[in-house]
C-alpha cells in the first residue's frame, strides 16, 4: 500500500464524517458555538452592568472558558470518534471495504486522521476564538501571555484528541456510534469523578485519563491527585495505545 | 480486461465451515470455470451466502483448500481479491453520501486505478442522471446499479453477486439479465447466487445446487438439468399399441403413459430415441413427437434438495 493510497483512504474517511450534516453543525456548535455563546453574554452583562460584571476578556475568563471549551469539545470528539468508527459497520460498507483484500489494520487506523481532519479545525478554531476574545475584550485587564495560550491549547489538544481516540475504539470495538457516545460520556461526565474520589483505590486513580490529563492543565493536578508529568504523559499514550489495539484488534477478528 | 491465466476462477476442495457445532459448509467442492455465467442455487439457510462470504475471506474457514483467480487462500487473498468484485447479500452504502462519493469512499481501498474509473461505471450502470444524488433516496434497483458499478471500479475478473435481482422490478431484471450476458461476453465471469430458478435458467452456463451446506450437483446447466434419467416423449397415432410394442423393446426401461396419450419412455442408458423410432414406424405407427423428457432446473432443484418431500 503506497503513500498515495493511504492518502486517498484517509480522504475517504474525512468525506464520509464531514457529508454527515448533523455531526458537523453539532460539533461546530459545541467548539466555536460555545465561545461565541459565551462571549456574547459576558459581553451583553458587561454592558448591562460594568462594575458587577467584568470585561468578557482578559486572564480569568479565559480560564474558565478554556476549561468550559475541554468539556465541550470533548463531547463533540467523541461524537466524531464514534462516527469513524463505527460508521462503516453502522452502514454495513464495511463488509465490502473488508472484501477488498485490503488489511483491515489500515481501514482501522486511517478512521484516525480521517477523523482528526474533521476535529482538529474544529478545537483549534474555537480554541482560536477564545483566545482572540481574551485579547478583544480585555477593556485593560491582564490577558495570558504566549506560554499560558499554548499550555491552555496543549492541555485543550490531548484531552479533545484522546477522546476522539476513545471513541473509535470504543465504536470499532461494539459497532454502534450511539452506545460510545453513551458510554463515553458517561464516563468522562460521571464515572471518572466518582472514582478519582474513591480513596480506597489509591494509585490505581493514576491510571484514569482524567487523572492524567488534569497534569497538564494550567494550574492543574492539585485538587484530587498529583501525579509526575512525565508520568501522566505515559499514561495519556498508554490509553492511546491500549484503544487503538483493542479497535485494531476487534476491526481484525469481526466477522464481515 | 487483463486475465490471470487459471482455467477455474473458483476451485473449492472439502471447504468445510462451524459455527460452534452447526456445520454450515460441509465438505465443499466446486469448481466455476472461467468465462461464464454460474449460478448458485439453493434453498434459504442452504449456506450460499455463507460460502460466498468464506470465498472472501469474510469469514475464517474450518477445513479444506481453496483458490480464487488461481491463487490460493488465504495466503493471496489480497491479490486474489484485487480482480474480484463483489456483493454480498445487499449492496449496502452511507445514505448521507451521494452515489458518486460513495463509488469515491469505496475506490480508496481499491487504488489509484479504480478511482479513475468511477465516471465510466456510473455511465456503465446508467446512473450517470442521479450519481450527484444521496443514496438514501435511491430504489433498490439504483442500490443494485451501484453495487455493480462498484464491483467493476477493479474490473473484475470475476463479479460476485448474491441474489441480484432482488427487489428489481421486471424491466430491472431484464436489464440486470442483459448487464451479467454482457459481462461474460467480455470474458469475466460471473458467478451469481440465487433462489430463482427461472433467473438461473435464463441467465447462467453453469450450475451448482447446495443444499444443507453440501454441493449436490454442479456443472453445465444441461448437465446438471439432464442428470436424471434417460427419458424421451412420444406422441404416436396409436398410443395403446405404441405401448405395448416399447413395453417389450429391449432399449427400454419402462412406459407410462400421460393424460394427453403421450408416452413417456425410460430408455437404457446409451440408448436413442432414434432406436424407439425406427421400432414403431416398422410396425406401422406414426410418430408425431419425440423429444427428450428433460427436468426443467426447479424440477431438478426440488428433486435433489428434496424439499418436495419436505413440504
Not at chain 1, 468539556?71 to 462503516?88: E, K, L, P, R
Not at chain 2, 488465504?74 to 463483489?86: D, F, K, M, Q, W
Request: glycine letters at 12%.
Amino acid at each position: 500500500m503506497n503513500a498515495q493510497m493511504v492518502r486517498s483512504m484517509i480522504s475517504a474517511e474525512f468525506l464520509k464524517l464531514r457529508r454527515r450534516r448533523a455531526l458537523f453543525w453539532w460539533s461546530l456548535v459545541l467548539t466555536s458555538g460555545v465561545v461565541i455563546a459565551a462571549y456574547t453574554t459576558m459581553l451583553i452583562l458587561h454592558a448591562s452592568d460594568a462594575v458587577k460584571y467584568g470585561p468578557a476578556g482578559g486572564l480569568s475568563n479565559y480560564g474558565d472558558l478554556v476549561q468550559a471549551l475541554t468539556a465541550f469539545c470533548g463531547v463533540a470528539s467523541i461524537m466524531i470518534g464514534a462516527t469513524a468508527g463505527g460508521g462503516d459497520l453502522g452502514a454495513g460498507v464495511f463488509r465490502d471495504m473488508a472484501s477488498t483484500g485490503r488489511s483491515r489494520f489500515s481501514l482501522f487506523l486511517v478512521r484516525v486522521p480521517g477523523a482528526l481532519l474533521l476535529q482538529l479545525p474544529l478545537v483549534l478554531g474555537a480554541f482560536a476564538l477564545a483566545t482572540i476574545g481574551a485579547f478583544a475584550f480585555a477593556a485593560g485587564t491582564p490577558t495570558p501571555d504566549a506560554g499560558l495560550v499554548v499550555h491552555y491549547g496543549v492541555w485543550l489538544l490531548a484531552g479533545a484528541i484522546l477522546d476522539l481516540v476513545l471513541g473509535i475504539a470504543l465504536a470499532s470495538l461494539i459497532g454502534s456510534r450511539a452506545t460510545t457516545v453513551g458510554i463515553l460520556l458517561a464516563w468522562e461526565a460521571i464515572a471518572v469523578h466518582i472514582l478519582a474520589h474513591l480513596s480506597f483505590l489509591g494509585g490505581v486513580r493514576d491510571v484514569l485519563n482524567s487523572t492524567a490529563l488534569d497534569q497538564l492543565r494550567p494550574g492543574g493536578g492539585q485538587e484530587i491527585l498529583s501525579m509526575p508529568l512525565a508520568a501522566a504523559v505515559v499514561v495519556l499514550i498508554g490509553w492511546v495505545v491500549v484503544a487503538l489495539a483493542a479497535g485494531a484488534w476487534r476491526t481484525h477478528t469481526i466477522d464481515a | 480486461m487483463n486475465t490471470s491465466s487459471s482455467p477455474l476462477v473458483v476451485d473449492m476442495r472439502g471447504v468445510t465451515k462451524r459455527f460452534g457445532d452447526r456445520t454450515v459448509l460441509d465438505d465443499v467442492e466446486l469448481r466455476v470455470p472461467r468465462g461464464c455465467a454460474f449460478g448458485f442455487l439453493g434453498p434459504n439457510g442452504a449456506g450460499k451466502t455463507t460460502l460466498i462470504r468464506v470465498l472472501l475471506g469474510l469469514l475464517p474457514v474450518s477445513a479444506g483448500e481453496m483458490t480464487l483467480l488461481g491463487h490460493p487462500l488465504p495466503a493471496e487473498r489480497s491479490l486474489a481479491l484485487a480482480r474480484v468484485g463483489a456483493i454480498v447479500e445487499e449492496p449496502r452504502f452511507h445514505p448521507h453520501l451521494t452515489g458518486r462519493e460513495n463509488l469515491a469512499a469505496a475506490a480508496a481501498p481499491r487504488g489509484i486505478e479504480a478511482e479513475g474509473r468511477i465516471d465510466a461505471v456510473i455511465a456503465r450502470v446508467g446512473l450517470a442522471g442521479r450519481a450527484g444524488d444521496r443514496v438514501g433516496s435511491y430504489s433498490m434497483g439504483m442500490r443494485q446499479r451501484l453495487g455493480i458499478a462498484r464491483c467493476l471500479l477493479v474490473d473484475p475478473e470475476l463479479l460476485i453477486l448474491d441474489e441480484p435481482m432482488n427487489g428489481l422490478d421486471p424491466a430491472g431484471i431484464l436489464e440486470m439479465r442483459g448487464l451479467i450476458r454482457d459481462f461474460v461476453d467480455e470474458g469475466r465471469t460471473v458467478l451469481l447466487s440465487s433462489h430463482l430458478l427461472d433467473e438461473v435458467e435464463r441467465t447462467c452456463d453453469g450450475v451448482a445446487i447446495i443444499d444443507r451446506g453440501r454441493i449436490v450437483t454442479q456443472g453445465t446447466l444441461a448437465e446438471a438439468v439432464g442428470a436424471g434419467d434417460n427419458a424421451i416423449l412420444v406422441g404416436s397415432d396409436d398410443p395403446a399399441l405404441a405401448a405395448a410394442l416399447l413395453t417389450a423393446h429391449p432399449a427400454v426401461i419402462a412406459v407410462s403413459t400421460g393424460a394427453d396419450g403421450s408416452i413417456r419412455v425410460t430408455l437404457t442408458e446409451g440408448a436413442s430415441a432414434a432406436v424407439i423410432n425406427r421400432a414403431l414406424v416398422e410396425r406401422g405407427i406414426a410418430v408425431h413427437r419425440l423429444e427428450p423428457d428433460r427436468l426443467s432446473l426447479e424440477e431438478r432443484f426440488l428433486e435433489l434438495t428434496s424439499r418436495l418431500g419436505a413440504a
